[in-house]
T-cell receptor, first 113, second 114 residues
């Protein structure tokens, strides 16, 4: 089955700096890669996703890149703000849909004012 | 539109007891997923139901079971509770097995086993 590794487990950045979280996956058939954000005590919510036919996707201050050859994908947050502080989870699936997502172990991002 | 709702919010049990957690998906969603989120760990996939059928289960022992009702709500049962079952149990729903991707999560049920 799919195995997703996520690094780093914790990340602290100064407000305004950029943050990068990286994930690798094992199943070369994986074709859908979402990122979820979980604020303290709240439910995980989808913030961005990318499919295997795209190399990069941006949405305002967040972007995701995908390298299918190396089987890794990354989340980039620019101009970080205190409200970006949360746990971020990457995930992967070969189903192309929400089913059978395998999640990474999460990254606790702290944005220091 | 109401989101995914879970009950109870908190549940305290002792070792060996049984716990039942409930989930109501977003209206129109037919797929329900259960995840375990233990402290410091990621989201571990437990079970997936669609159209009343169990479609897939994660690497958990058989004492974790569940079902999906005709109205697509779902129940997770954990028998013979062990201390390591203490965790946040998250339910999520999606439009169905052909859904394009997004999972909508509930707030979770925190199970504490003493």
């Amino acid at each position: 089955g799919e195995n997703v590794e996520q690094h780093p487990s914790t990340l602290s950045v100064q407000e305004g700096d950029s943050a990068v979280i990286k994930c690798t996956y094992s199943d070369s058939a994986s074709n859908y890669f979402p990122w979820y954000k979980q604020e303290l005590g709240k439910r995980p919510q989808l913030i961005i996703d990318i499919r295997s036919n795209v190399g990069e996707k941006k949405d305002q201050r967040i972007a995701v890149t995908l390298n299918k050859t190396a089987k890794h994908f990354s989340l980039h947050i620019t101009e970080t703000q205190p409200e970006d502080s949360a746990v971020y989870f990457c995930a992967a699936t070969a189903s192309g849909s929400a089913r059978q997502l395998t999640f990474g172990s999460g990254t606790q991002l702290t944005v220091l004012p | 539109e109401a989101g995914v709702t879970q009950s109870p919010t908190h549940l305290i049990k002792t070792r060996g007891q049984q716990a039942t957690l409930r989930c109501s998906p977003i209206s129109g969603h037919t797929s329900v997923y259960w995840y375990q989120q233990a402290l410091g760990l990621g989201l571990q996939f437990l079970l997936w139901y669609d159209e009343g059928e169990e479609r897939n289960r994660g690497n958990f022992p058989p004492r974790f079971s569940g079902r999906q009702f005709p109205n697509y709500s779902s129940e997770l049962n954990v028998n013979a509770l062990e201390l390591e079952d203490s965790a946040l149990y998250l339910c999520a729903s999606s439009l169905g097995w052909q859904s394009t991707g997004e999972l909508f999560f509930g707030e979770g049920s925190r199970l504490t086993v003493l």
